[in-house]
């Protein structure tokens, strides 16, 4: 991606950080009733209903500027930044300074191309941070037609120490919007100044610009070399209209309004991460909201609201996605994942039962469904779905390894075992040494009472890997504890207890293993923290809490005994 100087690229957007730390901060001191409740709104960024409650405050108190700024905040999230326009007027009427309602008002004008008035605001004292003012300034002029004082404007923040490949890089998008493609291969091949290190985004402008000084084979190698094979639609039809001699279109800036949306998406995919997701979407939002039709835009509000956990509006994000972009594929199964997180996944199976339906040559799609059907433990249509995306691997490589771990699960978990075994087997070749591998098929062997020295051997490779992982760590325990060597057992079982301490498999675990050992008080401890835990958690099928009552009741002897299972090793130890 383009590299910036952190601190410098933060600083250059401080002001807004500012601005909303200021409302957080000042919230106590407007009075209760709605504020209250869309404070709490805020605080779970359910932007609809603290916009709701913010408008209902205003209606008490419209010259309160904490209200008004919280409100334009609501606003943003939800997306609504037409709303927003009044709400940031009526705010720096008041004689306020507030960095968002700026941006809104500054962003609205160039959405309705009054590029000399956007400007005006600016030359009047407008402060935004010297990043986006200087590089909103620069498409300003474009804007205005001139391309000498907007050139001007770009080399003025390329000249900012840590700024400097943004600057450039807008450049090159901006002379590419005006067909001076020889220039923007110039910036961006690193001929002018230095090589760019680009984004995603970048590189498709850059291959569009090769494209259209008819260089596609260095366009194709371009992307070869950033992106390899890895599987994108939208990378794959370009590839493909180039390599039938087509000429890619310059898509990605194609007027000045275009290339602010550009500032503000490129701001917030630099800032993700290093920001708080509410500072990251204002940017992002105020970008879709100047091109609609920016799929990348549109899929980054969606991924932050729902990491904030807002579904149903990264639902929305997802859907606005047409069905004839490449990118739709993609959308979907963003859109399937939120159901997801949502509770919704029968909704999520069918959403991606029809996209398999409608791009049945997409091994991701499958492997998808494969998971979700999976987690939803209907294992016979998983299989299905991945022997679909396994019939469509072309060579092979160690990225294949989760389909067949997962089929291997589906297998597992229907007691075919010689099938699972196949599977796994399988991923260990594309992927040898991998502990997740290794400890499933290591338990599933411990559990199946089969290949235990291998199960073993398996498990502590797992566990030399990843050693802070308490289920593989349980796993090596209950290898030692299954083949007879209890006291070794101890050690490792307690580690996992610690690495997850209301985990009512592992507490169960610990419980047998204490008993092996003779130490039955703390076993029947353990066993009744494992039974709390299956209850508090709703996860009785996993602990079988009934199997945990009956060694409470007549211990694990006993219960043995009933279900003819081999007993205990004599331990010499005892309470």
């Not at 960095?99 to 008002?105: H, N, T």
């Not at 920016?294 to 932050?304: F, K, N, P």
């Not at 325990?477 to 580690?495: C, D, K, Q």
Request: charge should be negative; charged fraction near 25%; proline fraction near 4%.
């Amino acid at each position: 991606m383009i590299r910036f100087r952190r601190l410098a690229l933060i600083a250059s957007a401080s002001a807004l950080a500012l601005s909303l730390a200021t409302a957080v901060r000042a919230e106590g001191e407007v009075a209760a009733g709605p504020y209250l409740a869309a404070r709490v709104a805020s605080g779970h960024s359910d932007y609809r209903e603290a916009a709701t409650y913010y408008t209902q405050a205003l209606a008490r108190d419209p010259s309160n500027p904490l209200l008004l700024e919280s409100a334009i905040l609501a606003q943003l999230g939800l997306g609504e930044i037409q709303r927003a326009v009044p709400v940031a007027t009526a705010l720096l009427a008041g004689g306020r300074e507030s960095q968002v309602a700026d941006l809104v008002l500054l962003v609205d004008l160039a959405k309705r191309g009054e590029f000399d008035a956007a400007l005006e605001r600016l030359e009047a004292g407008t402060t935004v941070g010297p990043l986006v003012e200087g590089l909103f300034r620069a498409w300003a002029e474009l804007g205005r037609g001139q391309m000498s004082e907007a050139q001007t404007a770009f080399d003025e923040v390329a000249a900012v120490q840590g700024l400097e490949l943004f600057g450039a890089y807008h450049k090159a998008l901006a002379l590419a919007s005006v067909g001076d493609f020889e220039g923007a291969d110039k910036i961006l091949s690193g001929d002018a100044a230095g090589p760019l290190s680009l984004t995603r985004r970048g590189v498709i402008a850059h291959a569009e610009v090769l494209s259209q000084l008819e260089r596609n084979p260095a366009a194709l190698e371009l992307i070869d070399k950033a992106f390899g094979n890895e599987p994108d639609p939208t990378l794959e039809a370009m590839r493909a209209q180039m390599e039938a001699g087509e000429m890619l279109p310059f898509t990605v800036v194609t007027s000045p309004a275009d290339g602010m949306a550009e500032l503000f998406h490129s701001l917030a995919g630099a800032l993700s991460g290093e920001a708080t997701d509410v500072f990251t979407l204002v940017y992002a939002r105020l970008g879709e909201y100047l091109r609609p039709d920016h799929v990348d835009a549109i899929l980054l509000v969606a991924a932050l609201l729902e990491s904030q956990n807002q579904y149903d509006l990264a639902n929305v994000s997802y859907n606005r996605i047409p069905r004839d972009d490449p990118a739709y594929p993609v959308a979907e199964l963003g859109r399937a994942e939120a159901l997801i997180a949502a509770d919704r996944m029968d909704a999520a199976i069918e959403a991606l039962q029809q996209l398999a339906k409608s791009y049945p040559d997409q091994e991701v799609i499958w492997a998808n469904l494969g998971d979700v059907l999976r987690r939803a433990e209907r294992f016979e249509e998983a299989i299905v779905a991945y022997d679909a995306a396994i019939a469509l691997f072309g060579e092979e490589n160690a990225g294949q390894w989760p389909v067949y771990y997962a089929r291997g699960i589906c297998h597992e978990r229907q007691k075919r075992y010689d099938a699972a075994e196949t599977d796994m087997r399988k991923a260990l070749e594309l992927q040898p040494d991998q502990p997740q591998i290794l400890n499933y098929l290591g338990y599933s062997f411990l559990e199946q009472g089969r290949n235990l020295d291998e199960a073993l051997a398996m498990i502590e490779t797992a566990v030399a890997a990843r050693p802070e992982d308490g289920y593989i760590v349980d796993s090596l325990a209950w290898g030692y504890y299954r083949l007879g060597r209890y006291e070794e057992a101890v050690a490792p079982m307690e580690r996992a207890v610690e690495l997850m301490p209301v985990d009512a498999v592992v507490n169960d675990h610990l419980g047998d293993v204490y008993w092996a050992v003779g130490r039955k008080r703390e076993a029947e401890f353990q066993w009744s923290r494992a039974l709390s835990f299956a209850t508090d958690s709703d996860s009785s099928s996993d602990a079988d809490a009934d199997r945990i009552r009956r060694k409470l009741e007549i211990g694990l002897d006993a219960v043995l005994a009933v279900e003819g299972a081999a007993p205990l090793a004599v331990s010499q130890n005892a309470d």
